[in-house]
């Protein structure tokens, strides 16, 4: 039985390829929402600071978030819609999911490498000429170095994963059940903090976060809850019906 | 045989919506899944597609477990009567999705049948109507050529004339190019020459397992006076009986051979076959919970 195991190993890679190439299936636009959105957010930050010398003073914005957030909207609309669809004409959760995630993390890369190309445009031009460091959050960005990159494009790569497991939450429990389980994620957090408090651990915590430095946590440690939301994502799918 | 299920039993907390199902389907054959609302039908073609589970049982589809089966699964198609679409999906989309999906997928037969069930390409699928909706999953289903094809009452809100378009192309390609076709659906007399053989389920047990011409032989319609009706019927299995006055109307099932019918003109009983679908009527009426087929009326 090894030439069927051979051909299925085959076959989970086309399925999912076939399951990237059918999220592309209608246009570019669902893909390419984030980009729109960025852009909105950096016309009215440009607008801002062409008429407020104070913003310009500042220099700072945090405009740049609004991709993240809008990346963590689209990966999670995306899977929502396509499951029902996608496994429903016999497409199995395993590559519907290893193509959905592939999809959002190739995005995330693209993104990651404009928003990289941007923040070198950025300098380049003295800050688009008025001071407005839009592509440098909190001074993060200073160089044109991998970390650069990596800075921009690891927080996308969270979000996307992130939004993958809320759409699979979603699907699996339904609206009420992923209400109910989104109280009970609050409540256990609230307990946790709780805890933390009575045993007086916030130091602890705060002072090992003031140990990270804001780069460390983006681009290393953000990878942790990326694959746990990456693996958690994929066994509250598996037994999902569409 | 490309599908052997065995003692599968699905249950939702407390309903038990299949019963220890056990049945094998042959390659190459169109199969009529047949029975009342809530029968168990659309949870058995699930199974069948890997989208549930069973809770016991085995399901096996050409010679494996289907579920998260690639192999499996890329050889067949399940088309639902609630088929949901990706919001900003027009028809030819799902053409496309459909391309993508299916290996066997023929494009031009799609396109096709696309014209002959006058579906605009370019209409979002949440504004079609229901019966475009229905004539979609029927293009889809069809032009997939999947080896193993599940309809789920596939003709809702469809009219006469696209249900019979349906058939004529289901048969006609069929024979082109054979493969197995599962078709759960009410409307049994429509698909009656259609299917070669009858799955019946009721309450989610399993009740019929036969070829339609064998079944339609088996079962009788026999009318005459009540006492020579009751004779007539006493080694057989009374699935209905109706008795006005002095004439009675027993639905029987049972073996009618020649001998069957010299005895029954002795009797003075007419004896006459059913439609697939009165026999279908006659074997899941009954209250719930009533596992046997009703067999007294007042």
Known sequence: MTSLAVDRRATLVSRALAVMRLQLVTNLLPLAIPLVVLAGSFVINLMVFSASEQAQAEGNTGGVASIYFAQLVIAWVSVNQ????????????????????????????????????????????????????????????????????????????????????????????????????????????????????????????????????????????????????????????????? | MIVAVKGVTKRFRDVVALDGVGFTLRENTIYGLLGRNGAGKTTLMQILTGQQVATAGTVEVFGERPYENDAVLARTCFVREAQRYPDDYRVKHALRAGALLFPHWDEAFAQSLVDEFRLPRSRAIKKLSRGMLSALGVVIGLASRAPLTLFDEPYLGLDAAARQLFYDRLLADYAEHPRTVVLSTHLIDEVADLVEHVLVIDQGRLIVDEETDRLRGQVVLATGPADAVRAFAAPRTVLHQTTVGPVARFTLRGEVDAEARAEAERLGVTVAPVSLQQLVVSLTTGAAGSATPKETTP
């Open chain 1, 82 to 242: 396509n499951f029902s669809f996608t496994v429903g004409l016999n497409a199995t959760r395993r590559a519907f999911y290893l193509g959905s995630v592939a999809v959002m993390v190739l995005q995330s890369l693209a993104y990651g490498l404009v928003l990289f190309g941007l923040n070198i445009l950025e300098r380049v031009t003295g800050e688009w000429g008025i001071g407005l460091a839009f592509f440098n959050p909190a001074g993060l960005a200073a160089d044109a170095s991998p970390r650069t990159f990596l800075i921009f494009t690891v927080p996308l790569v969270f979000a996307a994963v992130l939004g993958v497991f809320l759409g699979a939450a979603s699907k699996r429990y339904g609206t009420r059940g992923f209400i109910l389980l989104s109280v009970a994620v609050f409540l256990v957090l609230g307990l946790v903090a709780t805890l933390i408090t009575y045993v007086d651990g916030w130091d602890a915590i705060t002072g090992w976060l003031a140990r990270q430095s804001l780069r460390a946590v983006l681009t290393g440690w953000l990878l942790v809850p990326t694959v746990l939301a990456g693996v958690g994502g994929w066994f509250v799918l598996r037994r999902a019906v569409p």
